[in-house]
Nanobody, 123 residues
Framework: QVQLVESGGGLVQAGGSLRLACAAS????????MGWFRQAPGKEREFVAA????????IYADSVKGRFTISRDNAKNMVYLQMNSLKPQDTAVYYC????????????????WGQGTQVTVSS
């Protein structure tokens, strides 16, 4: 089992940057695929980025490709999402998620979720 706690959200102007962090606990973290998802008010939760257990494989939503970077540090049980060139449409609650095995872009594939951290981008 994996427990996840996100941090790093906040208010930023368009064009700015934020770095989200996800602290994980549990013996299976280093073998888990990790993902970041987001949910804006009135919208469904959507995929942002994911990273495989070794960090060698990453996937991104088209909307964030080239602006966001996902990374992980298995020694520290941490996953990060560096967000650059932020846009007002990036405003959402961002969630960290974990799943055994290969990464996925689908919400239902992930077994464990954090409580979320709010990111607000002002224009």
């Amino acid at each position: 089992q994996v427990q996840l706690v996100e941090s790093g959200g906040g208010l930023v102007q368009a064009g700015g940057s934020l770095r989200l962090a996800c602290a994980a606990s549990g013996r299976t973290f280093s073998s888990s695929g990790m993902g970041w998802f987001r949910q804006a008010p009135g919208k469904e939760r959507e995929f942002v980025a994911a990273i495989g257990w070794s960090g060698a494989i990453t996937i991104y939503a088209d909307s964030v490709k080239g602006r966001f970077t996902i990374s992980r540090d298995n020694a520290k049980n941490m996953v990060y999402l560096q967000m650059n060139s932020l846009k007002p449409q990036d405003t959402a609650v961002y969630y960290c998620a974990a799943k055994p095995g290969f990464i996925s872009h689908t919400t239902r594939a992930y077994d464990y979720w954090g409580q979320g951290t709010q990111v607000t981008v002002s224009s």
